[in-house]
C-alpha cells in the first residue's frame, strides 16, 4: 500500500478548521510525535494534529481517507511494542485533548471518559466516590485509557479484576472514513448483535479510532494487605503461584520478580529498605485485598502455609501503607530499570498459569543455547511472564542476527504450553513478524479481512500487527 | 439469497460418511430438529444431520458451502428467540453428540468441554473438584454449552459473576468453508491480535459452529443466604435494587418478579410454601455467597437496612437448602409458568439498572395505551427485566396488528435509557425487525460485512439477526 506525503494543500485542509495550536509541523515539535517507549525506533510523521471533538477527528479521517494519507493515532505514546510510531509518515493524530471525564455515574457503577484521560486520574476520580476501575499497568500515572482500551492492557489487578475488556460497556468511535458510532449499549449484558465493542478493544487503532468509553466500575475494596516472599528457586516461586491458587485464593495482586530484577530496580532508584541475601533467586510480591480484616488475614495465613511447603527466606509483610507503597514501585519501576542497564528487547509470554515453570526453564535453556542472559519478571498470577532478554557483551551481529531466532523458539515454546505472544502489551510493530507463530493463514486472513471492513483504503495506523 | 433444496445427490454423498444413526430425513423424526422453545414456532429442515466429529462436521460445511445448502446448526433447541430454527429449509446440524468433557484442569482452573455438554452436567462436573462455572440460565439442566457461548447467555450469577462471553478463552470453530480454527489461547490475558474469541461469542451460529470451548473457572464459594423481600410496590422493588449497590454490596442473585409472575409459577407448580398478602405487588429474591458466614451476615443486614427503607411485608429468609432451591425454583419456572398461561410475547429488555422503575413505568404505561397486560420479572441486579406481553382477551387482530408497534415502542425507550433490546436471549429470528432499532445502517452495514467475511455464500443460519 502506498500512501501520500501531506502537502501544502493537504495543510491548507487541515488549516480551515483547525488552529494553528493543533496543527504541530516544526521538526523540534514533531519529535514527540516520533517515538514512544518502545526501545530507540523514531519514525517522523508528516504531521501532527491535535484534534479538540470528535467532529474535528472525523473531518481529519475522512479527508485522509479520501485522500490515502496514513493515519496514526497516538495516545500518552507510553506503549511498548510501537503501537503508536507513524512508520508510513502521514499524519499522527494525538488524542491528549479528548481528557474529560464526562461522567461519573454512581448510581449504574458506570463511568464516561475521553480516551486522553491518564489512568490514575480516572481511578482516583472513580475512587473519591467508593468506585474502582482495576486495570492498572505500571504506566498508569501517565498512559492514557485510549492505549489502554487499543491494547487491552493488565497489570497486577488483573490476576484478580481482569484486564482492560471486562470493563468495557460501550465505545463511540470514529471509523476511517469519519463516520461516528457506539459500538454497544451502557448496559452489563448485551446479546444483541456482534460484539463490535470487543472487537474494537485490543486493535491498536487499526479498526477506528476511540472517542468515548463507557466503562464499568465495582465497589471499592477497603483494605489490603501485601507480603514479599523469597525464594531459593526461581522455578519454586513459578510452582508456588498456581498452588495459592489451588487452595481457593484469588490474590489481588501475584507479582513474579527474578533475582536481577529486584536487584537492579533496588539500584536504579537508590532503595535499600530490603535486604537480598545472596542465596535468594527469585520473589513473589502478593496482594490479597477485600472488605474485612480477618478474611485477609486468614487468606494470608493459608499463602503462607503454602509457600513455606517450597525453600523460601523470611516473609516480608508491609506493615505501613508507606512500605506497601515502597514495595510496589520496586515492581512498577523494573522496566525502568532493566532499560537503563542495558540493550534489551522485552517479550510479554502469557501461559496458563501452572505451566510458568516449564515456560521459565525453557526461556532459560533458549537463552544458553543462543548466549543470552533474561531477566524475567511479571504477573504470574495470570500467567504473563515479561522476558527481557539483555544486550550484555553480546556482539551486534550475534544481537541482530541471533536474537530474532531465539525469540520465535521462545515464542513456539509459548504456544506449545497453550499460551501466546502478548499478555497485554500488544503486537504493534516490533512483533508483527512473529504473528504467524500463533495463527495460521486462515486466522490471519479472517483478521485481515476484518481489517478491510472496517478500514478499506488501510489508512489506519498501517504497517501494525500484521506480518510483512 | 436462494438455497438449493437437499436432492438425493445430497443425500448420497452424507451417507458416503455418516452412519443411518446420524441422518434423519423422516417427517416423523425431523420434527425435533423443526422447533425450539420459541413461542409455536415450527421450521422444518430438509434433513437432519447428526455429526460426530469435527471431520465429520468439517466434511459437511464444506459440501454444503459448495452446494448452496442452508445449515442451521442446533445445540440442545431450548432457545427463546427462533436462533435455531431451519428457517430457509435446507440442513439442520445438530451437536448433541459433541457431549464430552474432554479435560478438567484443576491446575490451571479450567476446562475443556465439548459444545453438546448440558451446562448443569458441566457446573456439577467441575463444582466436585471445588470449581466454579457460573453461567446458569433457567434451561441451565437441559440447555448445552454450545448454545450458551451462541446466545452469551446469562442468568441469576450473572450479577456477580459476569455472563458467558466473561468465561470463555478459546474455542475450536469449524467455518463455513469446513476449515477449523481456535479463535485464542488457553490464557487470562491475551493482547495478540483481533478477538476472534469474543467476535465468536453471542454470533448466534452465523459465523462458525463451535466445537470445543476452553472456559475460565473459579473457586467454588463454600455457602450462600437467600431471602425474597415482598414489596407493596413494584416501582420500590426496582429502586431498592440499585440501592443495593449503592451500599457497596455486590449480591450473587438479584431477581425480580412482579405479583403475577409469582402467583402465576405457585400455582403452575401447586407450590403453596409462600403466602402472597393481597396488597404485595412484587417481590425480590436476593442471594449473597461467599466463603465466611459472618461476612455474609453482615451483608444480610446491610441488604435489610436497605429494603427497610422501602415499603415492605416480612422478609423470609432461606432456612434450609430445601427452601432456597424452593424458592430458586419458583424463580426458575416462571418462564414456562407464565407460558402455559396464555399465549405471550417476550421481550429481553436491559437498561443500566438504575433505570429499572422507568422502564417498569414505561412499559406500564405503553401497555395502558394499546390494551395489554404484561407480567415482569428477571435479572434485575444487571437490569435485564423480561417482559411477559399477555394476549389474554386480546383479539388476533389487536395481537398481530398492535403488538410490534407496542414492542417497538418499548425498545425504544429502552435505549433512550441506555439499554438494548436483548441481554441474553439473543436476537435470532423473531427479533431481528426490531434490529433498526439499537443500530443504524452504519453499525448494521459493519456487522453484515464482518458475517460475509466469514461466511461469503450465507450459508450459516441464514435469516437470523439481521433485519429482512
Chains 1, 2 share one sequence.
Not at 380 to 401: M, T
Request: proline share 4%; aromatic share 8%.
Amino acid at each position: 500500500m502506498n500512501y501520500n506525503k501531506v502537502d501544502s494543500n493537504h495543510l491548507s485542509f487541515f488549516k480551515s478548521f483547525l488552529s494553528d495550536a493543533q496543527i504541530v509541523s516544526a521538526a523540534a515539535e514533531l519529535h514527540k510525535f516520533a517515538h514512544d517507549e518502545t526501545e530507540d525506533l523514531v519514525y517522523f510523521p508528516d504531521l501532527g494534529l491535535i484534534p479538540n471533538s470528535v467532529e474535528e477527528l472525523s473531518s481529519i479521517l475522512n479527508y485522509c481517507n479520501q485522500n490515502q494519507i496514513a493515519v496514526t493515532p497516538q495516545g500518552a505514546r507510553t506503549g511498548l511494542r510501537g503501537g503508536a510510531l507513524p512508520v508510513h509518515g502521514g499524519v499522527a493524530v494525538s488524542m491528549q485533548n479528548f481528557n474529560r471525564i464526562i461522567n461519573i455515574d454512581e448510581d449504574n457503577a458506570q463511568v464516561t471518559v475521553e480516551p486522553g484521560v491518564i489512568t490514575q486520574v480516572l481511578q482516583e476520580a472513580v475512587a473519591a466516590k467508593g468506585l474502582f476501575y482495576p486495570p492498572d499497568p505500571a504506566s498508569k500515572g501517565s498512559c492514557f485509557i485510549g492505549g489502554n482500551l487499543s491494547e487491552n492492557s493488565g497489570g497486577p489487578k488483573a490476576v484478580k479484576y481482569g484486564v482492560t475488556n471486562e470493563y468495557v460497556l460501550n465505545l463511540e468511535v470514529v471509523l476511517a472514513d469519519g463516520s461516528v458510532i457506539w459500538t454497544g449499549a451502557n448496559v452489563l449484558k448485551n446479546a444483541t448483535g456482534y460484539n463490535l465493542t470487543q472487537l474494537m478493544v485490543g486493535s491498536e487503532g487499526t479498526l477506528g479510532v476511540i472517542t468515548k468509553a463507557v466503562l464499568k466500575l465495582i465497589p471499592h475494596p477497603k483494605m489490603n494487605m501485601l507480603m514479599l516472599v523469597p525464594f531459593r528457586s526461581a522455578e519454586d516461586a513459578c510452582k508456588a503461584v498456581a498452588a495459592i491458587f489451588k487452595e481457593g485464593i484469588v490474590p489481588s495482586g501475584l507479582e513474579f520478580m527474578e533475582r536481577d530484577a529486584l536487584v537492579w530496580t533496588k539500584d536504579f532508584i537508590n532503595d535499600d529498605s530490603i535486604v537480598i541475601p545472596n542465596d535468594i533467586q527469585a520473589h513473589l510480591l502478593i496482594e490479597v485485598d477485600g472488605n474485612h480484616s480477618d478474611v485477609l488475614m486468614n487468606d494470608c495465613e493459608k499463602i503462607m502455609s503454602v509457600v513455606e511447603g517450597f525453600d523460601i527466606d523470611d516473609v516480608l509483610f508491609a506493615d505501613s501503607e508507606a512500605q506497601k507503597n515502597t514495595l510496589w514501585n520496586l515492581r512498577r519501576k523494573v522496566g525502568e530499570a532493566v532499560k537503563s542497564n542495558s540493550i534489551y528487547k522485552e517479550e510479554d509470554t502469557v501461559v496458563p498459569r501452572y505451566r510458568l515453570p516449564d515456560l521459565l526453564r525453557a526461556i532459560k535453556s533458549i537463552g544458553e543455547k543462543y548466549g543470552f542472559t533474561s531477566v524475567c519478571y511479571g504477573h504470574a498470577g495470570d500467567g504473563n511472564l515479561h522476558v527481557n532478554i539483555i544486550k550484555g557483551d553480546l556482539s551486534d551481529e550475534v544481537w541482530n542476527d541471533q536474537l530474532p531466532l531465539a525469540i520465535r523458539e521462545i515464542f513456539e515454546h509459548t504456544i506449545s504450553l497453550g499460551g501466546t505472544i502478548s499478555g497485554e502489551h500488544g503486537i504493534g510493530l516490533v512483533q508483527k513478524n512473529y504473528m504467524d507463530i500463533p495463527f495460521n493463514s486462515i486466522q490471519l486472513d479472517l483478521m485481515r479481512s476484518i481489517k478491510n471492513v472496517f478500514d478499506p483504503n488501510q489508512i489506519l495506523n498501517p504497517g501494525k500487527i500484521f506480518p510483512d
